[in-house]
Structure formats: structure tokens, C-alpha cells
């Protein structure tokens, strides 16, 4: 019997109006959390950090795997018992998307489709229900519409979507929860690292974050927060961010929000690794600079002594761009990384010029100023 889904069938009490009959709305409060005033927002100044917006969409999923219709509320606090899975075993992912308004007044969002497909991969790994590219699309398009007003004008920030997925049912053995929460928040956001401005951060010898055949190719919420401690104090020294190697300390994996890409002599250095997260941007990267920029373009296991100008590479020195890539992170140009106690810049120490073009391309489709000739882009209409 589906007895943990059950808790979520009967009304949350709210005095919201008419209760909807789901699930979702069973475990919100709805108007439970106060909606950050937009008249209190100063685009301009606008960061990476929390605004409460108006409305969140939801849905959930019983034993049976199933998903109810979606349904927006007024945003509020969810409901969940203390032995709720994703609590006590960390069954919990999310994704990460953006809302732009365009240089033509219309809002797109990018590549949501891929997002979807990429929940649905980790939802495997993590035995929970995965919604259907259909029910994510609409969950995700129906929050972005009941929060317009949260949308950054056109060159001040994006609206940043975070679908979470969640097992929500009740265990104490360590073991899959019968119960699957899928939700959706959004809020306005700035620039996450220092935008088209370089920044230095550093390769951490000590702290690897994903295991070699774990789940670091999975968005799971428990792969950031084993990063809190190691990031802050690299941010403590100044820098931006940590460079994260492989097991061995041979191969780069990734920034801890980031992918990672190196430029030698015209050439395109996409690390890859299996136990890395699978980034959008970065196949929208890869596909830019060899299909519009006609570059040649690496994706293979990229050695820090390549990165770095070190041993089998010392004749051909550091390289000569480097830059992380991701949803929030956008396109940050590198340039510098420390490793152990010394210091190696990438070219001038600028941002680069075929990193300067492959930003240009990306956010000129996000924003309709260049055509989207890969099908990458949706209308909120
Ligand atoms: N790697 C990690 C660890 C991330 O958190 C992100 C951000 O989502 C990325 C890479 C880049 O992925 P995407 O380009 O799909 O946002
Ligand atoms: C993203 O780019 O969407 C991320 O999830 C990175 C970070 C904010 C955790």
C-alpha cells in the first residue's frame, strides 16, 4: 500500500482558497514565504543571492511512480516529516536553467528540453520517479509565467529556474523513498562569478569532490555540500573558486560549478571525465566553437600538466585561455590558477578572445540577438 504517498493526500489547512486535491499542495503552505517585493529589486545591483519570488510550481509522485498535473502556488514552505529520504539519505537532485528577456522584449529559456533529459538520468541513478520531458517543460513554463515580473530587463541578469527532485516518503532503512517531490522555484539573478572579467582560482590538491565511478555526473545535492568548506577557504585566499583533479591529481575534473576549458594555439580543451556533470553549456560550447567558429575542438581527459605548461608540456607553457562554463557561471574567463604555491597565467591574464567569441554566439542566441539555428531556445508566450 502506498501508505508515505499517502501522507501527502489530505488538505494542508492553508486558508489560501480552495484546495487544489494534490499532493503538491498538500505539502506547501502556500503564501507561507514572503514574496521579495520587485519594487525592492535593483537590477543593477542584483547578485546570486536569495529573492523570494511570487509563485512555485510542483507536482508529486506516489509509489506508482506518477506524477499529478502541475500546479502553481503562491510561494510557501514545503511540509515533510523528519525521516523524508532526501533528509536523512540525501535521495535529492536539481537542475539549473535560465529565463532571459531578449533584445526584442521576448523571454526565452535555453535548452530545456536537455535539462529535463538530464534530471531524468539522475532520477535513475537516485530510484526516484522522473517527470516526463512533458511535465518538466510545463511545470518549468507555467513558473516562469506566474513570476514575469521577476525576469531581469534585457542585459540586467536572467531569471534563474531551479527544478529540485526529491524523495519525500518516510524510511529509516537507507533505501529508495516511495514518494517523489518535483518542484520549481525561481528568482532574478546577476552575475555568479565576475561576468566577462577574469577570475583566479586555484587546484586543490586535498579535496576531490566526486568520486571516480560515484556520482559527480549526477546533479545530486550531495555533491555541493562537501565543496562548502574546501571553496571557502580558497575564497578566504582570494580566490574565486576551486579547480578540482581527478583521483589521481593527473586529470582536471571541474570547478565546483562549473565545467572547465583550456585554448592552446586556436585549439578547444574540453575536460571530460565520467564522474564530472555532463553540462549544457558546455555542449552548447563545444558545438559553437566547431560548427559557427569553425575551431577544432579536444573533449577527452585534459591533464593539469597540459593546463599548466608542466613536465611532458613545459616547452609550450600555461595555456593560453582558460575559462569555466555553466548554467549560473555562464562563460567566466580564467585567468590564473594556483597550483601548490605557485601562480601560472593563462595569455595576458585576460579574458581571451576565442573565449570573448564563443560568449558572444551563446548569449547572443539566448537573447534573440543572433538567429537560433539549433533549435535551442523556447518562448515564454
Ligand atoms: N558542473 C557542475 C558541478 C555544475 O554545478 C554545473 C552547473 O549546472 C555545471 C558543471 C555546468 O552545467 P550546465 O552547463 O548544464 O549548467
Ligand atoms: C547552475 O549553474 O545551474 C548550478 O547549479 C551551479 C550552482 C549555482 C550550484
Known amino acids: 500500500m502506498d501508505t508515505h504517498a499517502q501522507q501527502y493526500n489530505r488538505p494542508s489547512g492553508s486558508p489560501s482558497g480552495a484546495f487544489s486535491g494534490s499532493r503538491f499542495e498538500a505539502m506547501m ?27 512555485m510550481g510542483g507536482s508529486v509522485a506516489g509509489a506508482d511512480g506518477v506524477f499529478e498535473a502541475p500546479v502553481v502556488l503562491p510561494s510557501g514552505v514545503l511540509r515533510m516529516p523528519p525521516q523524508a529520504c532526501a533528509l536523512n539519505y540525501g ?19 535555453f535548452r530545456m528540453a536537455d535539462n529535463a533529459m538530464r534530471m531524468s538520468r539522475g532520477a535513475g541513478r537516485f530510484m526516484m520517479a522522473a517527470p516526463s520531458p512533458e511535465l518538466y ?16 530587463p534585457e542585459g540586467k541578469g536572467s531569471l534563474y529556474i531551479r527544478p529540485l527532485l526529491a524523495g519525500v516518503g518516510m524510511t529509516l532503512a537507507p533505501a529508495a523513498s516511495d514518494t517523489t517531490l518535483f518542484m520549481v522555484y525561481v528568482q532574478p539573478v546577476g552575475s555568479y562569478f565576475k561576468g566577462l572579467s577574469c577570475i583566479a582560482i586555484k587546484a586543490d590538491a586535498d579535496y576531490h569532490r566526486a568520486a571516480a565511478r560515484g556520482t559527480g555526473w549526477v546533479k545530486a545535492a550531495g555533491n555541493y555540500a562537501p565543496c562548502f568548506m574546501p571553496v571557502k577557504k580558497a575564497k578566504a585566499d582570494g580566490f574565486a573558486d576551486i579547480l578540482f583533479l581527478d583521483h589521481e591529481g593527473r586529470h582536471v575534473e571541474e570547478v565546483g560549478s562549473a565545467n572547465f576549458a583550456m585554448v592552446k594555439k586556436g585549439t578547444l580543451y574540453v575536460a571530460d571525465s565520467p564522474s564530472i556533470l555532463g553540462g549544457i553549456t558546455r555542449d552548447s560550447v ?41 548554467t549560473a557561471a555562464v ?3 580564467i585567468g590564473s590558477l594556483r597550483w601548490k604555491d605557485a ?39
Open 91 to 109: 535521495q535529492a537532485l536539481f537542475e539549473g536553467m535560465k529565463a532571459r528577456r531578449g533584445v526584442d522584449g521576448k523571454i526565452r529559456l
Open 343 to 381: 601562480d601560472f597565467t593563462f595569455g595576458k591574464g585576460e579574458t581571451g578572445p576565442l573565449t570573448a567569441s564563443i560568449y558572444e554566439k551563446i548569449d547572443g542566441i539566448q537573447i534573440g540577438r543572433l538567429p537560433d539555428t539549433y533549435g535551442w531556445t523556447t518562448v515564454v508566450d
Open 286 to 326: 563545444m558545438r559553437v566553437a566547431r560548427e559557427a567558429l569553425g575551431v577544432k575542438v579536444v573533449f577527452a581527459p585534459l591533464e593539469l600538466d597540459k593546463v599548466l605548461g608542466l613536465g611532458a608540456y613545459a616547452k609550450q607553457g600555461p595555456a593560453d585561455e582558460a575559462f569555466c562554463m555553466g
Open 331 to 333: 562563460i567566466s574567463p
Open 29 to 55: 503552505i502556500p503564501g507561507s514565504l514572503e514574496p521579495t517585493p520587485v519594487t525592492s529589486l535593483q537590477w543593477e545591483k542584483i547578485g546570486f543571492s536569495v529573492v523570494v519570488a511570487s509563485h
Open 137 to 152: 517543460a510545463r511545470t518549468v513554463l507555467e513558473t516562469v509565467k506566474a513570476n514575469l515580473e521577476y525576469v531581469p
